[in-house]
Nanobody, 117 residues
Framework: QVQLVESGGGLVQPGGSLRLSCAAT????????MGWYRQAPGAQREFVAR???????NTVDAVKGRFTISRDNSKNTAYLQMNSLKPEDTGVYFC???????????WGQGTQVTVSS
């Protein structure tokens, strides 16, 4: 069983940056994908980014060029660097782990990101 704990959320002005962290209690080395979803108020949870075990990444078009996902298997941690933040990036960001490529299996509790002046 893997438990995920997100941190790094907060309130930031438009154009600012935040780095989210996702710390796993167990090893993430074997996880096929680590990734992030987000959920804005009143909206469905949506995919943001994911990173494969060997480092290949995918990001949703809305954040391309602004968000970067990475993972440090030695620290059992995944990261989401978010730059040039916009108000529409506001929401709760959830980390997930996927052991075999079939979709999210483990979820964190979420961390709030608010982009507002």
């Amino acid at each position: 069983q893997v438990q995920l704990v997100e941190s790094g959320g907060g309130l930031v002005q438009p154009g600012g940056s935040l780095r989210l962290s996702c710390a796993a209690t167990g090893s993430i080395f074997s996880m096929y994908y680590m990734g992030w979803y987000r959920q804005a108020p009143g909206a469905q949870r949506e995919f943001v980014a994911r990173i494969k075990r060997e480092g290949t990444t995918n990001t949703v078009d809305a954040v391309k060029g602004r968000f970067t996902i990475s993972r440090d298997n030695s620290k059992n941690t995944a990261y989401l660097q978010m730059n040039s933040l916009k108000p529409e990036d506001t929401g709760v960001y959830f980390c997930y782990a996927d052991r075999v490529g079939n979709g999210p299996e483990y979820w964190g509790q979420g961390t709030q990101v608010t982009v507002s002046s």
